[in-house]
């Protein structure tokens, strides 16, 4: 199994481009979420998905979309990139939201992605 | 938004020594979790508490859950240098489905031979 994995692992964007983060999981996990992490904040969650079809904003949602199409992926869209949206962005999985197993996320490596 | 206050920020410790690290916040929690991330990697978990003081062992590693459901703490024993990374605390009040996870700001552990 690969877990969780993310594409690209870099990218640097223009301010006002567009791009999409991959985010795919192979363990049957419904629940996935994708995080944002910057220096000294700690991981702030942007959006997350209970099941396939499904999203739902997180604590800072604004710039970015996502859609959950199939149940194994899970996709981030930033529509106009701005500088403020550089960061590493994590994304993760769980079993279930509550419960004990459901508070074992399982991460991805990250992506790096600066906007110039 | 709000963040959970990890302290120390970052702590140099010598191979050998303990190490202590908390994590508070101004609201309650039903959940601690503590997660490590090493460079370049996600976050891996490395304990969970579900209940006001607990004190649960992994290894080298002990949490506890705070009496007020504001605070835990993590301990590691006798460092060693694959010890080196972020630790992050994270909590989690339960709202039904709405559910997600706070995380605090990390600390950096450093080990010198």
């Known amino acids: 199994n690969a877990g969780v994995t993310q594409t690209p692992k870099f990218r640097v964007l223009k301010t006002g481009q567009s791009m999409t983060l991959l985010c795919a999981q192979d363990?049957?996990?419904?629940?996935m979420y994708w995080y944002r992490q910057d220096p000294g904040m700690g991981l702030r969650l942007i959006h997350y998905s209970v099941g396939e079809g499904t999203t739902a904003k997180g604590e800072v949602p604004d710039g970015y979309n996502v859609s959950r199409l199939k149940k194994q992926n899970f996709l981030l869209g930033l529509e106009s990139a701005a500088p403020s949206q550089t960061s590493v962005y994590f994304c993760a999985s769980s079993f279930q939201l509550t419960g004990r197993s459901g508070y074992t996320q399982y991460f991805g490596p990250g992506t790096r992605l600066t906007v110039l | 938004g709000q963040q959970l206050n990890q302290s120390p920020q970052s702590m140099f410790i010598q191979e050998g020594e303990d190490v202590s690290m908390n994590c508070t916040s101004s609201s309650i929690f039903n959940t601690w979790l503590w997660y490590k991330q090493d460079p370049g990697e996600g976050p891996v978990l490395l304990i969970a508490?579900?209940?006001?003081?607990e004190l649960t062992s992994n290894g080298r590693l002990t949490a506890q859950f705070g009496i007020t459901r504001k605070d835990s703490f993590l301990n590691i024993s006798a460092s060693i240098p694959s010890d080196v990374g972020i630790y992050f605390c994270?909590?989690?009040?339960?709202?039904?489905?709405?559910?997600?996870?706070?995380f605090g700001t990390g600390t950096r552990l450093q080990v010198t031979l």
């Open positions: 363990m049957n996990h419904e629940y």
């Open positions: 508490l579900y209940k006001a003081g």
């Open positions: 994270a909590g989690q009040l339960n709202t039904g489905t709405a559910s997600k996870l706070t």
